[in-house]
């Protein structure tokens, strides 16, 4: 039987994982990705309130997961709603684990 050809991994996928990551690595960030997982959308307000931030904090904390594609933002009327991407999180972590 033959032994399977060593593959190195999928650079691109290595960096936007580490990105990923890299967004995971604070505490308040990790908060409202829970938050969202568990609530679903949420309003940028109302998120900010049930974790007892700023706005400005929350907008902060939004932009890098934004940046890392871990949420979008969805705009219905005046208010903008945090969206999670379930899916990419799947996909990095799956990654480690598989």
Do not use: W
Request: aromatic residues 4%; contains cysteine.
């Amino acid at each position: 039987m033959a032994t399977p050809a060593f593959q190195l991994p999928d650079l691109a996928c290595a960096e936007h994982r580490a990105k990923v990551f890299k967004a995971l690595s604070d505490p308040c960030r990790i908060r409202v990705v829970e938050m969202l997982a568990e609530r679903g959308d949420m309003c940028g307000i109302e998120l900010a309130q049930a974790l007892g931030v700023s706005g400005a904090l929350l907008s902060h904390h939004g932009k890098v997961l934004e940046a890392a594609g871990i949420i979008s933002k969805r705009k219905d009327g005046p208010h903008a709603y945090c969206v999670l991407n379930r899916e990419l999180l799947t996909k990095a972590f799956r990654g480690l684990v598989d």
